[in-house]
């Protein structure tokens, strides 16, 4: 089965400054992958998603870049916020199923 | 349009005793997966169900069970709970099964059920 695997656990930054998380997966047939948001006691929402066949994907502030051949992938938020403070998820989706990793939760200083 | 609803939201339960969950799936979803959230485990994967079937289980014991009915409405079920299986239970929905070739469909989350077994 797919295994994803998050990291890190938890990051603190800077408002203004970058912030990146990085997950791999384990099965090589996986071809979609998803990250979801999840703002303190609310649902989890996506926020970007990449496929297969496209190595990078931007959307205003976030990207997310994929590297097939490795296994991995990585979200890219810039100019962070205090209102990107959340616990990030990636996910992998196989023929089977949609994997998340275990999660990032992200602090924005002010 | 709706989104995806819970009920209920919140739950306490003691060791031993039983379950029911319930998730509406937005409008025209058919299919609805079920997530355990803990803290540090991230989202686990239970189930998912298409058009009344199951289409995919993940790894936890055969206390944890589901059903979808003809209206695409999930229930799921655990029975004789354990202290660790508190946690906040999230439904989601999407249009087509995961294990559909080539689906990339967004999971819409629910607000989740949290139970806390005593």
């Known amino acids: 089965g797919e295994n994803v695997e998050q990291h890190p656990s938890t990051l603190s930054v800077q408002e203004g400054d970058s912030a990146v998380i990085k997950c791999t997966y384990s099965d090589s047939a996986s071809n979609y992958f998803p990250w979801y948001k999840q703002e303190l006691g609310k649902r989890p929402q996506l926020i970007i998603d990449i496929r297969s066949n496209v190595g990078e994907k931007k959307d205003q502030r976030i990207a997310v870049t994929l590297n097939k051949t490795a296994k991995h992938f990585s979200l890219h938020i810039t100019e962070t916020q205090p209102e990107d403070s959340a616990v990030y998820f990636c996910?992998?989706?196989?023929?089977?199923?949609?994997?998340f990793g275990a999660g990032t939760t992200v602090t924005v200083r002010a | 349009k709706a989104g995806v609803t819970q009920t209920p939201r919140y739950l306490i339960k003691t060791r031993g005793q039983q379950v029911t969950l319930s998730c509406s799936p937005i409008s025209g979803h058919r299919s609805v997966s079920w997530y355990q959230q803990t803290p540090g485990q991230g989202l686990q994967f239970l189930f998912e169900?298409?058009?009344?079937?199951?289409?995919n289980k993940g790894n936890f014991p055969g206390r944890f069970s589901g059903r979808q009915f003809s209206n695409s409405r999930s229930e799921m079920n655990v029975s004789t709970l354990e202290l660790g299986d508190s946690a906040l239970y999230l439904c989601?929905?999407?249009?087509?099964?995961?294990?559909?070739?080539?689906?990339?469909?967004?999971?819409?989350f629910g607000e989740g059920s949290r139970l806390t077994v005593l």
């Open positions: 169900y298409f058009s009344e079937t199951q289409r």
């Open positions: 996910a992998a989706r196989n023929d089977y199923k949609l994997s």
């Open positions: 989601a929905s999407s249009l087509s099964p995961s294990n559909t070739r080539g689906n990339t469909g967004e999971l819409f």
